[in-house]
């Protein structure tokens, strides 16, 4: 028994010891990518294809209310067999709305492949820089202070952003972290 509770306070010791001797620094991705030009400039293109499909799919919207509004002013006047065709033409402008949308908008859908093809590669470089950042800096764990990590505390000395800024070659200059 004494064996087992040596052998217990001897793996305890040993990974006490071995979670002390571990660096941690930080990042704020939301900060380096606000300052990356490159990032910018692709947020720009993204919300400029947005803003595009935005106006296509408020036009049809608006041709299809005006569909809808003559329908109405017409609907006593017309025959049977134009009413079907017209709600039927009304229905089919909706659905080719509605597959618009999810065309451009949904998940798998261009805003969707476009923006994954333009922010990937910089995500990339940003994790590349991070890691070159954290080896050069001998730190054995960063954190992403903008992720959902719970970071409740973090010493500015050890926030590793702007090291990582300029690994990733940012037009803007960093701004020094505040020393305590």
């Known amino acids: 028994m004494n064996k087992y509770y040596f052998f217990l306070s001897l793996v305890f010791t040993a990974l006490t010891a071995s979670l002390a001797a571990q660096r941690v620094g930080f990042v704020d991705s ?3 990518l606000s300052k990356s030009t490159e990032f910018q400039t692709a947020e720009r293109e993204m919300d400029q294809m947005r803003d595009q499909w935005q106006k296509e799919i408020a036009e049809k919207r608006k041709k299809i209310e005006q569909m809808q509004m003559d329908y109405r002013a017409e609907e006593v006047l017309l025959p049977e ?4 065709q017209r709600l039927e033409t009304i229905k089919m402008e909706e659905q080719a709305l509605a597959d618009f949308q999810q065309k451009k908008f949904g998940y798998e859908g261009e805003h969707f492949k476009a923006r994954k093809d333009k922010i990937k590669p910089i995500q990339e470089k940003l994790f590349e820089a991070i ?3 954290a080896k050069e800096k001998k730190i054995d764990i960063v954190i992403d202070k903008a992720s959902n990590a719970s970071l409740l505390y973090a010493n500015p000395a050890y926030d590793l952003s702007n090291a990582v800024l300029e690994k ?7 701004t020094p972290a505040p020393k305590k």
């Open 30 to 32: 939301k900060v380096i």
């Open 81 to 84: 067999d134009m009413k079907a």
């Open 168 to 174: 990733m070659g940012s037009g803007n200059a960093p």
């Open 131 to 133: 890691q070159v950042v």
